[in-house]
């Protein structure tokens, strides 16, 4: 158990819907950073934020965002969802304020399916 | 911009022979270089990770890597396979200049082992 905690493990939705996604990170950790993951594109970052405060983006569609609240949970937010949508979500923590060198703990994921 | 290509999507090996798992990177300054281990329905676990120093890392489960700069590369080894190794590898890269954690994954070896 990596201590990342990511609701729900499982959503099926239809396209134009909207979900959100939710992770609590480590206990301690003040970085949140989220990943998809799909067959054709593979793991790809896309947002990373530090207490509170986004500090860097990847590939994040504009229908998609993300925020971390005073607590230091973060959630996802995905609208106007497409088909091509359903991948895997992670959501990973971290102590540090994302130096390339810090080790991210990973939770164990979302599976979004849109229909 | 960095980069990381696996060799090979799939890699299968019997029980007890070598594992070697290819990675090489593309990164225009000194990289941090990860490798994760991804079992069926969990998140990513480190494996191991390179920074500085000792250009042989050691990391967890009998895996290591070497960092081979002349070759741009970071291998994964071990010794033995054994069938709990069976899962998904992925080798990341992140370098010094990124504010955010914005580290790059490579698209993953599925690793099998044969009784």
């Known amino acids: 158990d990596s201590g990342v905690t990511q609701t729900p493990k499982h959503l099926i939705t239809a396209t134009g819907q909207r979900v959100t996604l939710r992770c609590s990170p480590r206990?301690?950790?003040?970085?949140v950073y989220w990943y998809q993951q799909s067959l054709d594109q593979g793991l790809q970052f896309l947002i990373h934020y530090y207490n509170g405060e986004e500090r860097a983006k990847g590939n994040i569609l504009e229908r998609f965002s993300a925020q971390q609240f005073p607590d230091l949970h973060s959630e996802l937010n995905l609208s106007s969802l497409e088909l091509g949508d359903s991948a895997l979500y992670f959501c990973a923590s971290s102590v540090a304020e994302g130096k390339p060198n810090t080790e991210a703990f990973f939770g164990q994921g979302t599976r979004l399916t849109v229909v | 911009a960095q980069s990381v290509t696996q060799l090979g999507s799939h890699v299968s090996v019997s029980e007890g022979a070598l594992v070697l798992l290819r990675c090489n990177y593309s990164s225009s300054v000194p990289p941090y270089l990860f490798w994760y281990v991804q079992y069926p329905n969990q998140g990513l676990q480190l494996l191991l990770k390179?920074?500085?120093?000792?250009?042989l890392v050691k990391g967890i489960n009998g895996f290591e890597a070497e960092f081979k700069k002349s070759e741009t590369s970071f291998h994964l080894t071990k010794p033995s396979a054994h069938m709990s190794d069976a899962a998904e590898y992925f080798c990341?890269?992140?370098?010094?200049?990124?504010?955010?954690?914005?580290?790059?994954f490579g698209a993953g070896t599925r690793l099998f082992v044969k009784a």
């Open positions: 390179y920074t500085t120093g000792a250009t």
């Open positions: 990341a890269v992140s370098d010094g200049r990124t504010g955010g954690f914005k580290t790059i």
């Open positions: 206990s301690g950790d003040l970085s």
